[in-house]
Nanobody, 116 residues
């Protein structure tokens, strides 16, 4: 499975961005698609995930501001980020998990910078 993320950039606090991630390869093996982020000097953390059936989960820090969605027909996952804060600045990674969470696949990150 290969993952290609896009949509990062520079935005002012309070602004919004939409990240996209396209999966290719053995996409039938994927159940969960997720977004993680890693800020400078910090560990990578989970931001949001969504199952093939459409059930989402969010980190507490983004609840009410971020929305994860997916298009199974196009093998894509999206992250709509609203009311962005400077602490959201990070490299965002697309992630895919196979059924039973047996395997993880990672895409290259996309940088999101939120200025105050």
């Amino acid at each position: 499975v290969q993952l290609q993320a896009s949509g990062g950039g520079l935005v002012q606090a309070g602004g919004c961005l939409r990240l996209s991630c396209a999966a290719s390869g053995n996409t039938d093996s994927i159940n969960v698609m997720a977004w993680y982020r890693q800020a400078p000097g910090k560990q990578r953390e989970s931001v949001a995930e969504i199952t093939r059936g459409g059930s989402p989960n969010y980190a507490d820090s983004v609840k009410g501001r971020f929305t994860v969605s997916r298009d199974n027909a196009k093998n894509m996952v999206f992250l709509q980020m609203n009311n962005l804060k400077p602490e959201d600045t990070a490299v965002y990674f697309c992630n895919a998990k196979t059924w039973g969470r047996a395997l993880d696949y990672w895409g290259k990150g996309t940088l999101v910078t939120v200025s105050s």
